[in-house]
């Protein structure tokens, strides 16, 4: 598709279970960005893959969260027991390698809802 | 990391233009000016980005000062659908700084 594509659109889970969030860039693309959004907040950076490199984790909250990108491509955010704060719109970016010279493209979130 | 200025809020009617100013003293040679938006209930939204020349797109103008100290993002005719909160960001090309980091942004309202 011509932009990113974010799965599921909302998410209801029990507190205590683990959920998935999928997020598929933009083909081409080797940066891929999670950032989340509390209610009435802002932007909360996340991680970031840059191609091979390890990627960068310091936005990650708890070790309750944890992310993968296979095959430079498909991202998971993983939550683990997840907890009433963990409440929040989940949003994934894509980018070109220099992304200072092409900017971001956001993907519409996940509603994530923790009952 | 450079830090952004804005107004928290701004106010503008329809079909007038709107200058959105972001102050920005402590930019490097290597950072690029980039705006985002968001619109309410959405994901953020690029809308256009420039290191030293003034540039246009479909959606705006984004005028940089000769210093670069700042520079204004103009919507030459608002409409309703551009209420949103306007993000002046700055990135580095050079990879010092690649992070989206979203600070509060300036609300802009747009009456009919």
């Known amino acids: 598709g011509a932009g990113v594509s974010q799965s599921p659109s909302n998410k209801v889970t029990e507190k205590g279970k683990d959920v998935e969030l999928r997020c598929d860039p933009i083909s081409g693309h080797t940066a891929l960005y999670w950032y989340r959004q509390s209610l009435g907040q802002g932007l909360e950076f996340l991680i970031y893959?840059?191609?091979?490199?390890?990627?960068?984790k310091s936005g990650l909250p708890s070790d309750r969260f944890s992310a993968e990108r296979t095959g430079g491509s498909v991202s998971t955010l993983t939550i683990q027991r997840t907890q009433q704060e963990d409440s929040a719109v989940y949003l994934c970016a894509s980018s070109f390698w220099n992304q200072a010279l092409d900017g971001y493209t956001f993907g519409s979130g996940t509603r994530l809802t923790v009952v | 990391d450079a830090k952004t200025t804005q107004p928290n809020s701004m106010e503008s009617n329809e079909e007038e233009p709107v200058h959105l100013p972001c102050n920005h003293s402590t930019i490097s040679g290597t950072d690029y000016i980039h705006w985002y938006r968001q619109l309410p209930s959405q994901g953020p939204e690029y809308v256009i980005h420039g290191l030293t020349s003034n540039v246009n797109n479909r959606m705006a103008s984004l005028a940089i000062a000769e210093d670069r100290k700042s520079s204004t993002l103009i919507l030459h005719r608002a409409t309703l659908r551009d209420a949103a909160v306007y993000y002046c960001?700055?990135?580095?090309?050079?990879?010092?700084?690649?992070?989206?980091?979203f600070g509060k942004g300036t609300l802009l309202t747009v009456n009919p």
């Open positions: 893959f840059q191609g091979n490199s390890a990627p960068d």
């Open positions: 960001i700055l990135l580095n090309s050079g990879g010092s700084n690649y992070k989206l980091t």
